[in-house]
């Protein structure tokens, strides 16, 4: 059973910035791609930004130029900048491999809200 732990969520403003913490399994680490995905409150989890074991990273269309993905290897931790924060980017955020097929358990998540 894969372990992740996420944190760094919380309330801001629009406009506003968060950054996120994932703490995965060292196997998860260093063999994986790694992405968040975000659950809008009554809708699917959907990802929204990977990062892949070299370093190479990737996102939708909705958060790229705003978000930031990185992974810092000595201390294992998968990072989400998040900045000029939108409501839309409200929801429970959460890390796990890439694809979803590879996902056996997922985290508690971290809850991130924005408001207007």
């Known amino acids: 059973q894969v372990q992740l732990v996420e944190s760094g969520g919380g309330l801001v403003q629009a406009g506003g910035s968060l950054k996120l913490s994932c703490i995965p399994s060292?196997?998860?680490?260093?063999?994986?791609?790694i992405g968040w995905y975000r659950q809008p409150l009554g809708e699917q989890r959907k990802l929204v930004a990977g990062?892949?074991?070299?370093?190479?990273?990737h996102y939708v269309s909705a958060v790229k130029g705003r978000f930031t993905i990185s992974r810092d290897t000595a201390k294992k931790i998968v990072y989400l900048e998040m900045n000029n924060l939108e409501p839309a980017d409200s929801g429970v955020y959460y890390c796990?491999?890439?694809?979803?097929?590879?996902?056996?358990?997922w985290g508690q998540g971290t809850q991130v809200a924005v408001s207007s």
């Open positions: 990062i892949t074991k070299f370093g190479d990273s």
């Open positions: 796990n491999r890439i694809p979803e097929n590879l996902i056996d358990s």
């Open positions: 060292t196997t998860t680490f260093d063999s994986n791609t």
